[in-house]
């Protein structure tokens, strides 16, 4: 099946910082979609990209289908930002969602 | 429009004993997928459903799990006769009846095994 890959696994940032997550995958996707896991356990829908840039707020994405990479860009980063950030795909083949490992995302006031 | 809803969201069952979870999706999703998050580790697919229909369940153990989708009421993931390594978060989530649609989430259920 296919492999998704998320760097770096854990990031401790200073508030009002930027960062890049990566995400990078082994196949061709239908779906990619980021999400936020909170320190309580809820999965936050983020983006929802399988190609091209979106932006909302602070946060904004860009998958590169052809070269099977996406980026999840963070700026003016804040304590509430804290958490596991998660990056998922869908190959071509069927519905379900491949999840990566995981960013690890601690931001310090 | 509510989100995913799921049911119980903590429970906590003797090992040998059988636990039900449930899942309302959104309304007009017609889709469900079952996702285990064991400690420390990502989510791991499941069971696809549609109304009556099990589509993909190539990532359900091979035991004591099931899970049906009936034409009316909830989604249920039934796991029997428990055992401490079934402890973990189960999250649902759907999507619309078009293929390959954002899937959203409900906020898991955390079953314990004691």
């Known amino acids: 099946g296919i492999q998704v890959e998320q760097s770096p696994p854990d990031l401790i940032l200073q508030e009002g910082a930027n960062s890049t997550l990566r995400c990078n995958f082994s196949?061709?996707?239908?779906?990619l979609q980021w999400f936020h896991q909170n320190p309580w356990g809820q999965l936050i829908n983020l983006f929802y990209?399988?190609?091209g840039t979106k932006q909302n707020g602070r946060l904004s994405a860009t998958t590169v289908a052809t070269e099977r990479y996406s980026l999840l860009y963070i700026s003016s980063s804040q304590t509430t930002d804290s958490g596991v950030y998660f990056c998922?795909?869908?190959?071509?083949?069927?519905?379900?969602?491949?999840f990566g490992g995981g960013t690890r995302l601690m931001v310090k006031p | 429009n509510a989100g995913v809803m799921q049911n119980p969201r903590h429970l906590v069952r003797r090992r040998g004993q059988e636990a039900r979870l449930r899942c309302s999706p959104m309304?007009?999703?017609?889709?469900v997928y079952w996702y285990r998050q064991l400690p420390e580790e990502g989510l791991k697919f499941m069971v696809y459903?549609?109304?009556?229909?099990?589509?993909?369940e190539s990532g359900m153990p091979k035991e004591r799990f099931s899970a049906e989708f009936p034409k009316e009421g909830p989604s249920i993931l039934r796991i029997q006769q428990v055992v401490r390594g079934d402890s973990a978060a189960y999250f649902c989530?759907?999507?619309?009846?078009?293929?390959?649609?954002?899937?959203?989430f409900g906020p898991g259920t955390r079953l314990t095994v004691l």
């Open positions: 989530a759907s999507s619309p009846p078009n293929a390959y649609n954002e899937q959203f």
């Open positions: 459903l549609q109304k009556e229909n099990i589509i993909d």
């Open positions: 998922a795909v869908g190959e071509n083949a069927g519905n379900m969602l491949t």
């Open positions: 196949d061709s996707v239908n779906n």
């Open positions: 309304k007009g999703h017609s889709h």
């Open positions: 990209i399988p190609s």
